[in-house]
Protein backbone atom coordinates (compact mmCIF):
# COMPACT_ATOMS: atom_id res chain seq x y z
CA UNK A 1 0.00 0.00 0.00
CA UNK A 2 1.22 3.54 -0.39
CA UNK A 3 0.92 6.28 2.72
CA UNK A 4 -0.63 9.48 1.44
CA UNK A 5 -0.30 13.21 3.32
CA UNK A 6 -2.81 15.57 2.48
CA UNK A 7 -2.31 19.42 3.67
CA UNK A 8 -4.62 20.51 5.10
CA UNK A 9 -6.44 18.70 6.87
CA UNK A 10 -9.42 21.52 7.18
CA UNK A 11 -9.77 24.82 6.11
CA UNK A 12 -12.40 27.91 6.51
CA UNK A 13 -12.26 29.75 3.80
CA UNK A 14 -13.82 32.84 2.51
CA UNK A 15 -15.63 33.15 -0.74
CA UNK A 16 -13.60 34.45 -4.11
CA UNK A 17 -10.55 32.48 -2.84
CA UNK A 18 -8.92 30.05 -3.59
CA UNK A 19 -6.68 27.44 -1.51
CA UNK A 20 -3.86 25.22 -2.50
CA UNK A 21 -4.38 21.17 -1.48
CA UNK A 22 -1.19 19.12 -1.07
CA UNK A 23 -0.50 15.98 -1.47
CA UNK A 24 2.23 13.76 -0.92
CA UNK A 25 2.79 9.96 -1.61
CA UNK A 26 5.55 8.20 0.11
CA UNK A 27 6.38 6.08 -2.91
CA UNK A 28 6.59 7.15 -6.74
CA UNK A 29 3.59 6.47 -9.00
CA UNK A 30 2.45 7.41 -12.17
CA UNK A 31 -1.00 8.40 -11.89
CA UNK A 32 -2.63 10.41 -8.93
CA UNK A 33 -5.98 11.11 -8.67
CA UNK A 34 -8.40 14.39 -7.32
CA UNK A 35 -11.78 13.30 -5.81
CA UNK A 36 -14.01 15.35 -4.53
CA UNK A 37 -16.73 14.53 -1.66
CA UNK A 38 -20.08 16.87 -1.48
CA UNK A 39 -21.32 16.20 2.20
CA UNK A 40 -23.42 13.69 2.26
CA UNK A 41 -22.76 12.64 -1.09
CA UNK A 42 -20.39 9.74 -3.00
CA UNK A 43 -16.82 10.63 -4.56
CA UNK A 44 -16.19 12.26 -7.74
CA UNK A 45 -13.66 12.18 -9.94
CA UNK A 46 -11.53 15.78 -10.66
CA UNK A 47 -8.82 14.85 -12.50
CA UNK A 48 -6.15 12.65 -13.41
CA UNK A 49 -2.57 13.89 -12.68
CA UNK A 50 0.31 12.52 -14.53
CA UNK A 51 4.08 14.08 -14.04
CA UNK A 52 5.27 16.00 -16.96
CA UNK A 53 2.38 16.15 -18.40
CA UNK A 54 -1.04 18.35 -18.25
CA UNK A 55 -4.06 16.79 -15.87
CA UNK A 56 -6.63 14.97 -17.60
CA UNK A 57 -10.02 16.40 -16.31
CA UNK A 58 -13.44 14.80 -16.33
CA UNK A 59 -16.94 16.31 -17.53
CA UNK A 60 -17.91 19.02 -15.34
CA UNK A 61 -14.56 19.87 -14.13
CA UNK A 62 -12.26 22.43 -15.96
CA UNK A 63 -8.02 23.59 -15.11
CA UNK A 64 -9.60 27.64 -14.67
CA UNK A 65 -11.31 26.31 -11.40
CA UNK A 66 -9.56 23.67 -10.18
CA UNK A 67 -5.83 23.42 -11.97
CA UNK A 68 -3.17 20.92 -10.79
CA UNK A 69 0.30 20.56 -10.65
CA UNK A 70 2.16 17.50 -10.54
CA UNK A 71 6.14 18.39 -10.01
CA UNK A 72 7.48 14.99 -9.63
CA UNK A 73 6.35 10.98 -9.09
CA UNK A 74 5.25 11.69 -5.49
CA UNK A 75 3.83 14.79 -4.98
CA UNK A 76 0.71 17.15 -6.43
CA UNK A 77 -0.83 19.89 -5.30
CA UNK A 78 -4.98 20.93 -6.33
CA UNK A 79 -6.55 24.82 -6.37
CA UNK A 80 -10.02 25.25 -5.66
CA UNK A 81 -10.12 28.66 -6.75
CA UNK A 82 -12.52 31.79 -6.61
CA UNK A 83 -14.35 29.59 -4.18
CA UNK A 84 -18.35 29.82 -3.29
CA UNK A 85 -19.91 27.79 -0.61
CA UNK A 86 -20.96 24.77 -2.86
CA UNK A 87 -17.18 23.91 -3.21
CA UNK A 88 -17.69 23.20 0.53
CA UNK A 89 -16.58 19.35 0.18
CA UNK A 90 -14.11 17.30 0.99
CA UNK A 91 -11.28 16.64 -1.63
CA UNK A 92 -9.11 13.25 -1.38
CA UNK A 93 -5.83 12.46 -3.07
CA UNK A 94 -5.23 8.86 -4.30
CA UNK A 95 -3.24 6.94 -6.04
CA UNK A 96 -3.36 3.49 -7.67
CA UNK A 97 -2.46 0.35 -5.37
CA UNK A 98 0.84 -1.95 -6.51
CA UNK A 99 0.07 -4.14 -9.25
CA UNK A 100 -1.95 -1.31 -11.23
CA UNK A 101 -4.13 -3.99 -13.26
CA UNK A 102 -5.92 -4.41 -10.05
CA UNK A 103 -7.01 -1.21 -10.62
CA UNK A 104 -7.68 -0.32 -6.68
CA UNK A 105 -6.58 3.24 -4.87
CA UNK A 106 -5.32 4.45 -1.77
CA UNK A 107 -5.95 7.60 -0.30
CA UNK A 108 -5.26 10.27 1.74
CA UNK A 109 -6.99 11.46 4.53
CA UNK A 110 -8.70 14.20 3.02
CA UNK A 111 -8.90 17.77 3.21
CA UNK A 112 -12.61 19.44 4.66
CA UNK A 113 -13.06 22.65 3.12
CA UNK A 114 -16.01 25.03 3.92
CA UNK A 115 -16.52 28.00 1.99
CA UNK A 116 -18.81 30.95 3.81
CA UNK B 1 -18.74 2.48 -19.17
CA UNK B 2 -19.06 1.38 -15.53
CA UNK B 3 -21.67 2.34 -12.69
CA UNK B 4 -22.78 1.12 -9.55
CA UNK B 5 -25.73 1.36 -7.81
CA UNK B 6 -25.98 0.72 -3.80
CA UNK B 7 -29.25 -0.25 -2.65
CA UNK B 8 -30.08 1.52 0.49
CA UNK B 9 -28.21 4.66 1.94
CA UNK B 10 -28.72 3.89 5.37
CA UNK B 11 -28.79 0.21 7.16
CA UNK B 12 -29.53 0.05 10.56
CA UNK B 13 -28.48 -3.51 12.25
CA UNK B 14 -28.58 -4.53 16.03
CA UNK B 15 -24.81 -5.64 17.64
CA UNK B 16 -24.17 -9.39 16.67
CA UNK B 17 -26.77 -9.24 13.76
CA UNK B 18 -25.96 -9.82 10.01
CA UNK B 19 -24.57 -6.94 8.22
CA UNK B 20 -25.50 -7.21 4.03
CA UNK B 21 -25.24 -4.08 1.95
CA UNK B 22 -26.13 -4.32 -1.58
CA UNK B 23 -24.06 -3.40 -4.63
CA UNK B 24 -25.20 -3.83 -8.20
CA UNK B 25 -23.26 -3.10 -11.27
CA UNK B 26 -23.09 -2.24 -14.81
CA UNK B 27 -20.03 -3.16 -16.68
CA UNK B 28 -19.21 -3.25 -20.54
CA UNK B 29 -16.14 -5.12 -19.75
CA UNK B 30 -15.07 -8.06 -17.11
CA UNK B 31 -15.29 -5.52 -14.16
CA UNK B 32 -13.25 -5.62 -11.40
CA UNK B 33 -15.01 -4.40 -8.22
CA UNK B 34 -14.38 -3.17 -5.05
CA UNK B 35 -16.09 -2.18 -1.09
CA UNK B 36 -14.47 1.00 0.66
CA UNK B 37 -14.88 1.85 3.92
CA UNK B 38 -14.65 5.12 5.66
CA UNK B 39 -15.12 6.06 9.15
CA UNK B 40 -15.92 9.49 10.11
CA UNK B 41 -13.35 12.21 9.58
CA UNK B 42 -11.52 9.81 7.62
CA UNK B 43 -10.28 8.80 4.46
CA UNK B 44 -11.20 5.67 2.35
CA UNK B 45 -10.10 2.14 3.31
CA UNK B 46 -10.15 -0.46 1.14
CA UNK B 47 -11.91 -3.79 2.90
CA UNK B 48 -11.52 -6.52 -0.70
CA UNK B 49 -11.38 -6.35 -4.01
CA UNK B 50 -12.57 -8.94 -6.78
CA UNK B 51 -10.36 -9.39 -9.84
CA UNK B 52 -11.89 -12.55 -11.47
CA UNK B 53 -10.29 -14.74 -9.47
CA UNK B 54 -12.14 -16.62 -6.87
CA UNK B 55 -16.11 -15.10 -6.32
CA UNK B 56 -15.98 -15.00 -3.25
CA UNK B 57 -14.02 -12.66 -1.68
CA UNK B 58 -12.47 -12.35 2.03
CA UNK B 59 -12.07 -9.06 3.50
CA UNK B 60 -10.50 -7.42 6.42
CA UNK B 61 -12.12 -7.23 9.55
CA UNK B 62 -14.46 -10.08 8.93
CA UNK B 63 -16.02 -9.02 5.97
CA UNK B 64 -16.93 -11.08 2.78
CA UNK B 65 -18.39 -10.57 -0.56
CA UNK B 66 -19.54 -12.63 -3.72
CA UNK B 67 -19.60 -11.77 -7.20
CA UNK B 68 -22.01 -12.79 -9.06
CA UNK B 69 -22.20 -12.51 -12.32
CA UNK B 70 -25.71 -13.59 -13.40
CA UNK B 71 -27.39 -10.93 -10.62
CA UNK B 72 -24.38 -8.36 -11.15
CA UNK B 73 -24.28 -8.21 -7.50
CA UNK B 74 -21.24 -7.55 -5.13
CA UNK B 75 -23.04 -7.53 -1.99
CA UNK B 76 -21.04 -6.71 1.08
CA UNK B 77 -21.94 -9.40 4.42
CA UNK B 78 -20.84 -9.68 7.88
CA UNK B 79 -21.82 -12.75 9.95
CA UNK B 80 -22.07 -10.35 13.47
CA UNK B 81 -22.21 -6.90 13.39
CA UNK B 82 -20.10 -4.76 15.98
CA UNK B 83 -20.16 -1.45 17.15
CA UNK B 84 -17.00 -0.44 15.52
CA UNK B 85 -18.79 -1.57 11.69
CA UNK B 86 -20.72 2.18 12.31
CA UNK B 87 -19.41 3.71 8.70
CA UNK B 88 -19.94 4.72 5.17
CA UNK B 89 -19.57 1.78 3.08
CA UNK B 90 -18.46 2.51 -0.57
CA UNK B 91 -18.61 -0.06 -3.66
CA UNK B 92 -16.69 1.09 -6.78
CA UNK B 93 -16.08 -0.99 -10.16
CA UNK B 94 -13.40 -0.30 -12.49
CA UNK B 95 -12.43 -2.18 -15.77
CA UNK B 96 -10.25 -4.55 -16.22
CA UNK B 97 -7.62 -5.49 -18.39
CA UNK B 98 -5.29 -3.53 -16.81
CA UNK B 99 -3.85 0.26 -18.00
CA UNK B 100 -5.92 3.40 -16.87
CA UNK B 101 -9.23 2.32 -15.63
CA UNK B 102 -11.40 4.70 -13.82
CA UNK B 103 -12.85 3.79 -10.44
CA UNK B 104 -16.81 5.02 -10.17
CA UNK B 105 -18.35 4.93 -6.92
CA UNK B 106 -21.64 4.23 -5.97
CA UNK B 107 -23.65 6.53 -3.57
CA UNK B 108 -22.52 4.67 -0.09
CA UNK B 109 -24.61 3.21 2.44
CA UNK B 110 -24.18 4.05 5.58
CA UNK B 111 -24.43 1.42 8.40
CA UNK B 112 -25.35 2.00 11.74
CA UNK B 113 -24.89 -0.85 14.96
CA UNK B 114 -27.41 -0.31 17.59
CA UNK B 115 -27.04 -2.39 20.80
Known amino acids: SAVISQKPSRDICQRGTSLTIQCQVD?????MFWYRQQPGQSLTLIAT?????????ESGFVIDKFPISRPNLTFSTLTVSNMSPEDSSIYLCSVRGPGANTGELFFGEGSRLTVL | AQSVTQLGSHVSVSEGALVLLRCNYSSSVPPYLFWYVQYPNQGLQLLLKYTSAATLVKGINGFEAEFKKSETSFHLTKPSAHMSDAAEYFCAVSGSGGGYNKLIFGAGTRLAVHP
Open chain 1, 27 to 31: SQVTM
Open chain 1, 49 to 57: ANQGSEATY
